[in-house]
């Protein structure tokens, strides 16, 4: 008999992907929310979002046999505590709120893996004297203990850099604070956590290096990485470019990477699901230094391992949710490179026109598998725009497989010259 699986904010794109599985696991996939109840808006109550998933669930006539979701906070959280009430499958909240809560997670890392992580401090963007109370030396980065996408994320070049952005912080923080001092509430935090409020702030220590993201997951306490990805930045920007798989780093880099995650994951208790880990690879120290652990499938290199490797790994996700070991190809899809392109823009502007639909499929026509995303409507300002990073907007994605990398930059550059984009002051 198919199993029935929910999937907390589910969207078009990756609906596609899910429905692609169907001829390997006998599934139907229902959508728990949509992605625009979520993340399509400003604001949001937790607690409502939490009784309409359950009232949707209580009502379906059938068996509820895995919950699911793909997206940041608030679903990554919604999905462990909505499994828990039913029984089914899924990492502990507290596991996972370790991983979002970047104070809590750095204090673990500190604990487990001390020699690949910088140095940070805890500040409240409301204290006016917070400055005095950092001991970095800038350059430095300043973040919401929870945030996503590099949202209210910035470097900190001087003190008058400080004071101006975390007027920005001030003013936009509460729209995560809010909901994530909500779910702080379901938690038995230790004291050092519970009296630390979501509007907090961390300062890290400048890190670089070559980004790269490990995809793996957890099955019964055994720790599998099966995907490194590289994360490609804007000449002299922190803003990425595009994401590349498989990865170009030494394998004795992506080797030492797996061990650290190895020594996380399992000193903070997080199992069956699956994850990705944030890396920066500095090839003069040959040194990893741990960014950040989320707890769920980045959903922007799914089309990635499908190129690839011959199927999205939203079947790993969806495996686990059933309770089973994952299985997965390796390296038996059309392409031997893929990657996402992150279109952006860096400055506000009027969007004047977009491809249609027509214009995509003739692009498609002339490179077959491509895929694009949309992500802007004529007549918006690109400031309308919701989770953008600090220094840019993103108005398209575009998914391209090759058998080179730089095949793939001469198809994107091919592509992105068709597409009739238009934007005014």
Same mark, same amino acid.
């Given at each position: 008999?198919s199993k029935?699986?929910? +999937?907390v904010?589910?969207?078009?794109f990756?609906? +596609?992907k899910l429905?692609s599985? !169907?001829r390997?696991?006998?599934?139907?996939f229902?959508? &728990? &929310?949509?992605?625009?109840e979520?993340?399509?808006? !400003?604001?949001?109550?937790?607690?409502?979002?939490?009784?309409?998933a359950q009232?949707?669930?209580q009502a379906?006539?059938g068996s509820?046999?895995?919950?699911v979701?793909?997206?940041?906070?608030p679903?990554s959280?919604?999905?462990?505590?909505?499994?828990r009430?039913r *029984? #089914?499958?899924?990492?502990?909240l507290?596991?996972?709120?370790k991983?979002?809560?970047?104070y809590?997670?750095?204090?673990e890392q500190?604990?487990?893996i001390?020699?690949?992580?910088?140095q940070f401090?805890?500040?409240d963007?409301?204290d006016? !004297?917070?400055?005095?109370?950092i001991s970095?030396n800038?350059?430095?980065?300043?973040?919401?203990i929870k945030?996503?996408?590099?949202f209210?994320?910035?470097?900190?070049?001087?003190?008058?850099?400080?004071?101006?952005?975390?007027a920005i912080i001030?003013?936009?923080?509460?729209?995560?604070s809010?909901?994530?001092n909500?779910?702080?509430?379901y938690?038995?935090?230790?004291p050092?956590?519970?009296?630390?409020?979501g509007?907090y702030?961390?300062?890290e220590?400048m890190i670089?290096?070559?980004?790269?993201?490990?995809?793996g997951?957890?099955?019964? *306490?055994?720790v599998h990485i099966y995907? +490194?990805?590289?994360?490609?930045?804007?000449?002299?920007?922190?803003?990425?470019s595009?994401?590349?798989?498989?990865?170009?780093l030494?394998?004795?880099?992506?080797?030492?990477m +797996? @061990?650290v995650?190895?020594?996380?994951?399992?000193?903070i208790?997080?199992?069956?699901?699956?994850?990705?880990?944030e890396f920066?690879?500095?090839?003069q120290?040959?040194?990893?230094?741990? &960014?950040?652990?989320n707890p769920r499938?980045?959903?922007?290199?799914g089309? #990635?391992f499908?190129?690839?490797? *011959?199927m999205p790994?939203?079947?790993?996700?969806i495996?686990l949710?059933?309770?089973?070991?994952?299985?997965?190809?390796?390296r038996?899809g059309?392409?031997?490179? @893929?990657?996402?392109?992150?279109?952006?823009?860096?400055?506000?502007?009027l969007?004047?026109k977009?491809?249609?639909q027509q214009d995509?499929q003739? &692009?498609q026509?002339?490179?077959?598998?491509?895929?694009?995303e949309i992500?802007?409507?004529?007549?918006?300002?690109l400031?309308? #725009?919701?989770n953008q990073d600090?220094?840019?907007?993103?108005?398209?994605?575009?998914?391209?497989?090759?058998?080179?990398?730089?095949?793939?930059l001469?198809?994107?550059q091919q592509c992105?010259?068709a #597409?009739?984009?238009e934007?005014?002051?």
């Amino acid at each position: 008999m198919s199993k029935n699986v929910f +999937v907390v904010g589910l969207d078009e794109f990756n609906l +596609v992907k899910l429905e692609s599985l !169907k001829r390997v696991i006998d599934c139907n996939f229902h959508p &728990l &929310l949509r992605y625009e109840e979520i993340r399509g808006v !400003k604001t949001y109550s937790l607690q409502e979002l939490l009784a309409k998933a359950q009232a949707q669930l209580q009502a379906f006539q059938g068996s509820v046999d895995a919950i699911v979701g793909y997206f940041d906070f608030p679903i990554s959280d919604m999905v462990p505590m909505l499994c828990r009430e039913r *029984g #089914l499958t899924a990492a502990s909240l507290e596991s996972v709120v370790k991983c979002e809560h970047k104070y809590w997670s750095r204090l673990e890392q500190k604990a487990s893996i001390p020699k690949h992580i910088p140095q940070f401090d805890l500040f409240d963007p409301f204290d006016d !004297k917070a400055i005095a109370k950092i001991s970095l030396n800038y350059p430095f980065w300043i973040k919401p203990i929870k945030s996503f996408r590099s949202f209210l994320a910035f470097q900190i070049n001087s003190d008058r850099e400080f004071q101006e952005c975390t007027a920005i912080i001030r003013d936009q923080i509460e729209t995560i604070s809010e909901p994530f001092n909500d779910l702080l509430e379901y938690l038995d935090l230790p004291p050092e956590i519970a009296s630390i409020p979501g509007q907090y702030c961390l300062a890290e220590q400048m890190i670089s290096g070559q980004q790269c993201t490990l995809e793996g997951y957890v099955f019964r *306490g055994e720790v599998h990485i099966y995907g +490194v990805v590289d994360s490609m930045r804007y000449p002299n920007s922190s803003t990425f470019s595009r994401y590349q798989y498989p990865s170009q780093l030494p394998e004795s880099a992506q080797q030492e990477m +797996v @061990a650290v995650v190895e020594r996380l994951v399992t000193h903070i208790g997080y199992d069956n699901a699956p994850f990705n880990v944030e890396f920066f690879y500095d090839r003069q120290q040959n040194k990893a230094w741990f &960014l950040e652990i989320n707890p769920r499938i980045s959903q922007s290199h799914g089309d #990635l391992f499908e190129k690839v490797d *011959g199927m999205p790994y939203h079947k790993i996700m969806i495996d686990l949710a059933l309770g089973n070991q994952p299985e997965f190809p390796h390296r038996q899809g059309k392409y031997q490179w @893929a990657a996402k392109f992150l279109e952006r823009r860096f400055q506000d502007e009027l969007v004047v026109k977009v491809p249609t639909q027509q214009d995509i499929q003739t &692009l498609q026509n002339q490179f077959p598998n491509t895929l694009m995303e949309i992500l802007v409507q004529p007549g918006m300002r690109l400031s309308q #725009l919701a989770n953008q990073d600090s220094y840019s907007y993103e108005v398209a994605d575009l998914l391209l497989g090759a058998n080179s990398p730089q095949e793939l930059l001469e198809k994107h550059q091919q592509c992105w010259e068709a #597409l009739p984009f238009e934007f005014a002051p």
